[in-house]
Every structure is written in structure tokens, then in C-alpha cells.
């Protein structure tokens, strides 16, 4: 037996950007296989999915809490804490781990202070890695604010990203 979608009462804080996450758990009425779909709407409307608003949607779909944090945890995409207002993300595939990501990767933490997948404390830049870009022909790439640049030394990185605030 199928039980019928109930609607979440209002979000006692008035933000409407939970009116317009409401509006898109009403649109995929509420099915809990629409958990991913609702996810990137939360992400794009909140920037980031902190652990109330997973626990928001977790009782919204009528699921566990551990599976929304789950689905949350396991897709790369998602992010549990703000991302600067820079991004830096390095490649680590195979093509561009064998010709010099591992050094870009190392002195860009050393510099900034911080690990793969963290923000400065001042949230200027977040430090990622992806799998693969897709780019091996222009190994190793690093991606500065969503464009791709193939070739890079941990030189060209620093200096790509010197104005970011950031460099001690």
C-alpha cells in the first residue's frame, strides 16, 4: 500500500529558498527516487547541503536520515560545507598523476594551508581533486573557477592563482 505524499509544514525561518525546495519535492510528489533530483536543488538554492537541511529533506521524503546523508556523502558533487568563492580543482587521473598533479596538488596545500577538499578559513579558495577531467591530451589540468587549463606546472598554478587572496 502506497501512502500518500504529505505536504512539510512551513520552514519556521521564512527563508524562501525552502519555499522553492518545497515547490520542487511537490513537483516530483514527493518520491523518494527523486532524492538526487532534490539534492542538486538544495545545493543550488542553499550552496552547500549542511546537515539540518539534509534532515529537512530526510523527513519531507519520509527516509532515514543516514540514506540522505548517504546519497549526499557518495556523489562527489555534493557538498556538505561552503565552498570559497574560488575554486581550484586538480586532476589526479591517470595521465595527469603521471606528469606532475601529485607535485601541483602538494605545493598548492602547502601554500594555502589546507587539504584536498577544504576551504581557507577566509572561504576565498576551495582545493579539489577530481578522478578525471577528461583532458589527457592536455595533462596535467587544473580547473581555476570552471575553465579547464591543460599543461600546468605547480609554478603556473601559483601564479594563476596569486590575486585569490590566499598565497602566504
Not at 505536504?7 to 519556521?12: A, C, F, K, R, S
Not at 576551495?126 to 575553465?147: E, I, M, Q, Y
Request: proline content about 6%.
Amino acid at each position: 500500500m502506497k501512502s500518500s505524499p504529505t505536504v512539510p509544514l512551513p520552514h519556521p525561518s521564512a527563508d524562501k529558498r525552502f519555499k522553492m525546495l518545497d515547490a520542487t519535492m511537490k513537483r516530483h510528489q514527493y518520491q523518494q527516487d527523486a532524492l538526487i533530483e532534490i539534492l542538486h536543488k538544495a545545493q543550488e538554492l542553499f550552496g552547500y547541503l549542511e546537515s539540518d537541511l539534509l534532515l529537512y529533506i530526510a523527513h519531507a521524503l519520509k527516509l532515514p536520515p543516514s540514506r540522505v546523508y548517504g546519497v549526499a556523502t557518495f556523489y562527489h558533487l555534493f557538498s556538505l560545507a561552503p565552498k570559497g568563492k574560488h575554486t581550484c580543482v586538480v586532476c589526479t587521473g591517470t595521465a595527469c598523476y603521471v606528469k606532475g598533479a601529485p607535485e601541483i596538488l602538494a605545493n598548492l596545500e602547502k601554500s594555502a594551508h589546507i587539504r584536498a577538499g577544504e576551504t581557507t578559513p577566509d572561504g576565498q579558495v576551495s582545493l579539489l581533486t577530481a578522478r578525471c577531467l577528461g583532458a589527457c591530451s592536455l595533462a596535467p589540468a587544473v580547473v581555476f573557477d570552471g575553465a579547464v587549463c591543460g599543461y600546468q606546472t605547480a609554478e603556473s598554478v601559483q601564479e594563476r592563482i596569486r590575486g585569490w587572496k590566499y598565497i602566504s
